[in-house]
């Protein structure tokens, strides 16, 4: 392959260019913006609220689509009459909390 006629140029433009500082903005008093102080937040009085941690464990149900049909529709109404979103899974656990037996250890 023959060299580029005008590698060495490039090679030395580049080289100076590298060891020069970059050029900065001259600074300007005008653009300056001064920040108000910033006042003491007061401490809140209230402490703050945290939410109860549910004691719960992740489980996978396969109801047939005639059930989950069944629980998806009493959702919704509830939705119509509560105006919050109400899922299925709601409803099923509900269901079943209702029907748990009382198991005294």
Known sequence: ?????DANALAAALSS???APLPLPPKSAENVVEMP???EARPSRKAPRQK???DTVA????PDRELLNRYTLAAAERM???GRAVTAQEIMLEVLQRGRPQVEP
Do not use: F, G, V
Not at 1 to 5: I, S, T
Not at 59 to 62: D, G, P
């Open 37 to 39: 102080a910033r006042a």
């Open 1 to 5: 392959m023959k060299p580029n006629r």
């Open 80 to 82: 119509k009459k509560e």
């Open 59 to 62: 489980i996978t149900l396969r």
């Open 17 to 19: 260019a590298a060891a």
């Open 52 to 54: 109860a941690i549910a």
